[in-house]
């Protein structure tokens, strides 16, 4: 399943490579693209485990750069 969201508040590339290169290691997770130019979260991952994924992408999100929010 691949869903891509909006992101809102501040997130520099730096936190972007820092959160996606922490998103691509989850288990499950097929492709992952944070990109903070254009303010998007690309993820696929396998279907049935979707959203528990999703749920720790936010919280990586919320640790490493808590002034960005992802619209889900």
Do not use: H, W
Not at 5 to 17: D, P, T
């Amino acid at each position: 399943m691949r869903k891509v969201m909006k992101l809102e508040g501040e997130i520099c590339a730096n936190c972007a490579a820092k959160v996606q290169a922490a998103i691509e290691k989850l288990p499950g997770v097929n492709d992952v693209s944070v990109n903070a130019m254009t303010y998007k979260f690309t993820l696929d991952a396998e279907e049935e485990r979707y959203n528990g994924i999703l749920e720790q992408s936010i919280k990586i999100f919320a640790d490493i750069e808590p002034d960005c929010d992802v619209i889900a």
